[in-house]
């Protein structure tokens, strides 16, 4: 009798509360996975939530499409750019053009200078042979006898005679003037007197 008092109210006592004690260990256990697993369901709740609203503020980039206003903004920038481009080219082809158009009128200019230089050679030596041809010719009148020279100098035009006589030596002219009709001599007379009329005396 007494053994099974013991035996009662001994050992079963402690494996209750022993057995309680594991029952509170795995009620823990329980407990805690549920609020770990209540914690990722809410994290997973929280990102469903807050993922719609990030999407509708980004913009949608699965197609890469511009709005209307800016694609007609672009289009408008590449017409300019088209436009410019082609003024460019314009430009530099009329650079290009005035650039050969400047060569060439350097060109013509210089064949133009040489032309010029020519001409005055040609000249001063047309000149030049004018005037030894003129001097021949007079002194030739001078050595010619008054007598001789005269009949000449009176079919000459006098402005022409005047001119030969202007050149002369004095002696020689006077000795031809002499010899001429009184007419021609006054006429040829006059143009030697006029010839120097503009002359300024101071």
Do not use: H
């Amino acid at each position: 009798m007494s053994f099974w008092r013991w035996s009662s109210s001994g050992p079963a006592p402690r494996r209750r509360r022993a057995a309680r004690g594991v029952l509170w260990l795995v009620a823990l256990m329980f407990a805690l996975s549920g609020l770990l697993r209540l914690g990722g369901e809410t994290g997973r709740a929280i990102a469903a939530g807050l993922a719609p609203q990030d999407e509708a503020a980004l913009p949608e980039t699965d197609a890469c499409e511009s709005p209307a206003d800016i694609a007609e903004v672009l289009a408008l920038l590449k017409t300019r750019e088209a436009a410019l481009r082609e003024r460019e080219a314009a430009v530099a082809d009329r650079m290009q053009a005035l650039a050969v158009a400047e060569a060439q009128i350097e060109t013509n200019l210089a064949a133009l200078v040489a032309a010029e230089d020519a001409l005055e050679a040609t000249i001063a030596l047309a000149s030049t042979a004018a005037e030894d041809d003129l001097s021949r010719l007079t002194s030739v009148y001078e050595n010619m006898k008054a007598k001789e020279a005269a009949p000449l100098f009176a079919a000459m035009d006098p402005q022409f005679a005047a001119g030969f006589l202007g050149r002369m030596r004095p002696d020689a002219a006077a000795a031809i003037m002499a010899k001429l009709d009184p007419a021609a001599a006054y006429s040829i007379s006059v143009l030697l007197a006029g010839r120097n009329a503009a002359v300024p005396t101071e």
